[in-house]
Every structure is written in structure tokens, then in C-alpha cells.
């Protein structure tokens, strides 16, 4: 994998385990979860908010996750943990109503699956 590697999850505040929290951060070591809020500020419009950055987050991980695009790997049941960083309330957007961000660590992920490496060729 070119780059930083990042996760995406959902999580559920109650039993019904709707996964209406998306949960997204960087799982690659030594990258703080800054970084992808600095990836929304830089894509998204000039003078745009936290919450249309928060909706382009969600949105990519979305994506990511629903067209397979630039997936590592995917664990039905994978247990991670998240270092508080930024919230955001995305009212219903994607299906989600709150995004989690901050440094993402999952278990059953090995250090290749994680690792960032530099392309071999440049533009």
C-alpha cells in the first residue's frame, strides 16, 4: 500500500447496533490523526467547515469501503480501538450520524497490511 494506510469502522451507542458512529483514522505507526482531517481541508472548497469536511471524511470512507477501491483488507469482526481526536456531527449524512476520528488501531491487522511504503515511480 502507497501512503498512509487508514480505517474505517462503525460503532453503535446502543443495542440495536445500527453503527450510527463511523469511525475513521490512520492505522499506519507514527501518523497522527491530523492528517486526515488536513487531507478534507485541502480537497474540500476554500472557507469550507468542519462539517463538510466531516461529510467528505465519511464520504471517502464510504466509498472506499462500499466499491472495495483501495481496500487492504476487511475484518467482519475486528476488534480496534481509537485515540480520542476530533468529533463531528454528521446528522444522518451517509447513514451515520456521528464521525470519530483520531489514531485507529486494530488487532488482527499485521504490520504489512499497515505499513506505508514510497511509490517507485514519481509524477
Known amino acids: 500500500m502507497f501512503g498512509t494506510v487508514f480505517g474505517y469502522a462503525t460503532h453503535s451507542l446502543d443495542g440495536r447496533n445500527l453503527g450510527e458512529v463511523a469511525v475513521v483514522g490512520p ?22 467547515g468542519d462539517d463538510e469536511r466531516a461529510r467528505w471524511i465519511t464520504a471517502q470512507a ?5 466499491c472495495g477501491s483501495d481496500v487492504v483488507v476487511r475484518f467482519p469482526q475486528g476488534t480496534w480501538k481509537l485515540a480520542r481526536g476530533k468529533r463531528a456531527d454528521l446528522g444522518g449524512y451517509c447513514n451515520r450520524d456521528h464521525l470519530w476520528t483520531g489514531a485507529l488501531t486494530v488487532e488482527e491487522a499485521t504490520p504489512d497490511q499497515i505499513a506505508a511504503y514510497a511509490p517507485i ?3
Open 27 to 48: 492505522v499506519t505507526p507514527g501518523v497522527e490523526w491530523g492528517r486526515l482531517w488536513q487531507m478534507a481541508r485541502t480537497m474540500c472548497r476554500p472557507h469550507t
Open 62 to 66: 464510504n466509498r472506499s469501503f462500499i
Open 121 to 123: 515511480y514519481t509524477a
